[in-house]
């Protein structure tokens, strides 16, 4: 519900530039995986995943209050950025304590089921923000205050629903966590790091698809909407992708993803045109909904059962950066060309890049 008007409240609104938004979206970003960093790595130590989950939701909660009441550009920032800490908060912990509950040969379904859940709810938001905005045009914090419901909810479950399984450890696991267990994690392990920080240079905020689709003359109201259709498609495709990577090699079928992120950007590119971003748009929901899912599993299998929580640290923490840098560039790179079409320009040269490292590692395992 927030994320779909966030952009455009900032450029209309309160007046940011396009660097402003690239780096406000790429601070918050960066933060949201540091914390995801502590969090994975605290959830090993204290063995326990839950309450980490539970206070990440909680401050949730606080921070959408804060985005209803801004006023001015540093307000977002900061009401971005805690937004982006809390949900680091959760998400390691999630996404190891998945690890805990999924058998082994059902892992990749498991985070496929998880992300198009996560999708689907981002579809359901974008379309009552739509709806919302056409009930009452412009009133951005009307919508805002009500995204603290569904928040509201999310607590609720996992404080009274949710139960995590006993923590088991291995003989070698019994000891307290410790850095130098970090050198147990496989050398394939790093080398997926390599292939996710390429990507996730590419992969900057959907902001700059939502200002590109508004600079191609789609209407305020429909941003929103042009969000679900994304969502939709990413929603739809992450089970299906994660019952075939059960099936079929992981790598190949992540190759196949990067490289559909690589023809959106070619068509935002070279095809100026309002059917042009929406095309754009569901291409890159395919390969969002391709890789999301898929990046976690493999992250999850190369990696022991006591050290999960540490191996999402690490995969977050470069994914971190990534963003970071990613987001910079992008929106340095649409101010320097005065068109959100830069941005896209080096989204198609890092996407190239992690394709290329990928195929060489499925060439020379």
Same mark, same amino acid.
């Given at each position: 519900?927030?994320?779909?008007?966030?952009? !455009?409240?900032?450029?209309?609104?309160?007046?940011?530039?396009?660097?402003?938004?690239?780096?406000?979206?790429?601070?918050?970003?960066?933060?949201?995986?540091?914390?995801? !960093?502590?969090?994975?790595?605290?959830?090993? +130590?204290?063995?326990?995943?839950?309450?980490?989950?539970?206070?990440?939701?909680?401050?949730?909660?606080?921070?959408?209050?804060?985005?209803?009441?801004?006023?001015?550009?540093?307000?977002?920032?900061?009401?971005?950025? @805690?937004?982006?800490?809390?949900?680091?908060?959760?998400?390691?912990?999630?996404?190891?304590?998945?690890? *805990?509950?999924?058998?082994?040969?059902?892992?990749?379904?498991? +985070?496929?089921?998880?992300?198009?859940?996560?999708?689907?709810?981002? !579809?359901?938001?974008?379309? @009552?923000?739509?709806?919302?905005?056409?009930?009452?045009?412009?009133?951005?914090?009307?919508?805002?205050? &009500?995204?603290?419901?569904?928040?509201?909810?999310?607590?609720?479950?996992?404080?009274?629903?949710?139960?995590?399984?006993?923590?088991?450890?291995?003989?070698?696991?019994?000891?307290?966590?410790?850095?130098?267990?970090? +050198?147990? &994690?496989?050398?394939?392990?790093?080398? &997926?790091?390599?292939?996710?920080?390429? &990507?996730?240079?590419?992969?900057?905020?959907?902001?700059?698809?939502?200002?590109?689709?508004?600079?191609?003359?789609?209407?305020?109201?429909?941003?929103?909407?042009?969000?679900?259709?994304?969502?939709?498609?990413?929603?739809?495709?992450?089970?299906?992708?994660?019952?075939?990577? *059960?099936?079929?090699?992981?790598?190949?079928?992540?190759?196949?993803?990067?490289?559909? @992120?690589? @023809?959106?950007?070619?068509?935002?590119?070279?095809?100026?045109?309002?059917?042009?971003?929406?095309?754009?748009?569901?291409?890159?929901?395919?390969?969002?909904?391709?890789?999301?899912?898929?990046?976690?599993?493999?992250?999850?299998?190369?990696?022991?059962?006591?050290?999960?929580?540490?191996?999402?640290?690490?995969?977050?923490?470069?994914?971190?950066?990534?963003?970071?840098?990613?987001?910079?560039?992008?929106?340095?790179?649409? *101010?320097?060309?005065?068109?959100?079409?830069?941005?896209?320009?080096?989204?198609?040269?890092?996407?190239?890049?992690?394709?290329?490292?990928?195929?060489?590692?499925?060439?020379?395992?």
């Amino acid at each position: 519900m927030v994320f779909t008007l966030l952009p !455009v409240f900032l450029s209309d609104t309160l007046g940011a530039s396009r660097t402003a938004i690239g780096l406000i979206e790429g601070i918050a970003i960066f933060l949201a995986f540091a914390a995801k !960093v502590g969090a994975g790595i605290l959830s090993d +130590y204290w063995r326990s995943r839950k309450p980490l989950i539970l206070w990440g939701t909680f401050f949730s909660i606080l921070v959408k209050i804060l985005f209803a009441t801004a006023t001015s550009i540093p307000w977002v920032f900061i009401a971005r950025s @805690l937004d982006r800490f809390s949900k680091g908060i959760r998400s390691a912990p999630t996404d190891a304590l998945i690890a *805990d509950l999924s058998p082994q040969n059902h892992q990749g379904r498991s +985070y496929g089921l998880r992300y198009s859940l996560y999708t689907l709810g981002a !579809v359901i938001g974008g379309s @009552l923000a739509a709806f919302i905005m056409w009930l009452a045009p412009h009133n951005y914090r009307l919508v805002f205050w &009500l995204s603290t419901f569904p928040t509201c909810l999310a607590f609720i479950i996992i404080w009274r629903v949710v139960k995590a399984p006993p923590f088991l450890l291995s003989a070698k696991a019994v000891q307290k966590w410790h850095w130098h267990q970090a +050198y147990e &994690l496989p050398t394939v392990f790093w080398q &997926l790091l390599g292939v996710s920080f390429l &990507l996730m240079l590419a992969r900057f905020s959907e902001s700059f698809l939502t200002l590109r689709a508004k600079d191609m003359g789609w209407s305020l109201a429909s941003l929103p909407l042009l969000m679900v259709v994304y969502d939709l498609v990413n929603a739809g495709v992450a089970l299906p992708i994660g019952k075939l990577a *059960d099936h079929y090699n992981r790598k190949t079928i992540l190759l196949a993803g990067i490289i559909t @992120l690589i @023809l959106a950007n070619l068509i935002i590119i070279s095809w100026y045109s309002q059917w042009a971003i929406f095309l754009a748009m569901l291409i890159a929901g395919l390969h969002m909904g391709m890789t999301q899912g898929l990046i976690a599993t493999l992250v999850a299998e190369n990696t022991l059962p006591h050290l999960r929580g540490t191996a999402f640290a690490f995969y977050y923490l470069t994914s971190g950066l990534a963003v970071l840098i990613g987001n910079f560039v992008a929106g340095f790179l649409s *101010d320097y060309c005065d068109d959100t079409i830069g941005a896209f320009a080096g989204g198609l040269v890092f996407s190239s890049l992690a394709a290329l490292y990928l195929l060489k590692l499925i060439k020379n395992p």
